[in-house]
């Protein structure tokens, strides 16, 4: 569904990453691992275009892009799930989710029930302003946000951090439920090991901004992922 080839990003005069080349499969979880300051979150704002690569090329549905910015990234149908979840703290969780019709036809301007099957607690506050719900809640409507633009590419950056554990829980399987849908590619950075591991089935593994690793769940095993993260 989305790969890259010899990916390059810069940050003034540092260079970040260096010749990724990766690719995520619809119907399947895509993990990129590796301690911090490794380039994780940075090969995901080159892929969503809020920081635009230095060099390689990514390819989308067998379509070859440009340098586009985040908006025609999501025109094409990918949405981001940024790390800090960055919903609107003023709108309410309604209008929140209303902020993904900006990439749709008029025609799919609604919230479909999917949304409330999958995250109750967001039809019960739908009139809260997003600034006044849990951290946890905050991830939620993140999340729903992302899936009312119906993206052929979900990327999620953290979706655990400082949240607590049933809600975590929880998210797993949404994330497990759009993985079985089978059109969706989900690229997914995450510390928590057992989280990721869990839930991945095609792993990168990032060390100073260049592939370290890459393989299957079946290809790597625990006992090597778990080792390689952890150094």
Aim: glycine share 12%; net charge positive.
């Amino acid at each position: 569904m989305i790969r890259t080839e010899n990916l390059t990003l810069h940050y003034g005069g540092a260079q970040i990453l260096h010749g990724i080349t990766m690719e995520a499969r619809a119907g399947e979880v895509t993990c990129i691992m590796g301690t911090n300051g490794v380039g994780k979150t940075s090969l995901l704002k080159a892929l969503a275009g809020t920081h635009p690569r230095s060099g390689g090329a990514v390819e989308m549905g067998g379509e070859r892009l440009g340098k586009l910015p985040p908006q025609a990234m999501a025109r094409r149908g990918l949405a981001n799930v940024p790390q800090g979840r960055m919903i609107f703290p003023l709108l309410t969780v309604t209008e929140n989710l209303e902020t993904g019709f900006a990439v749709l036809p008029r025609k799919d301007h609604r919230i479909p029930a999917e949304i409330y099957d999958l995250f109750p607690v967001l039809k019960d506050m739908a009139h809260r302003r997003g600034g006044d719900l849990s951290g946890g809640q905050q991830q939620q409507l993140a999340i729903a946000r992302a899936m009312i633009m119906r993206p052929r590419v979900l990327l999620l950056d953290e979706p655990t951090e400082g949240i607590q554990p049933n809600i975590i829980q929880q998210i797993g399987r949404v994330i497990e439920h759009l993985r079985s849908r089978g059109d969706m590619a989900i690229i997914l950075v995450e510390q928590y090991f057992e989280f990721a591991y869990g839930l991945g089935d095609r792993f990168y593994v990032l060390k100073r901004g260049t592939v370290a690793m890459e393989g299957t769940k079946a290809e790597l095993g625990y006992d090597t992922l778990r080792a390689t993260v952890s150094v």
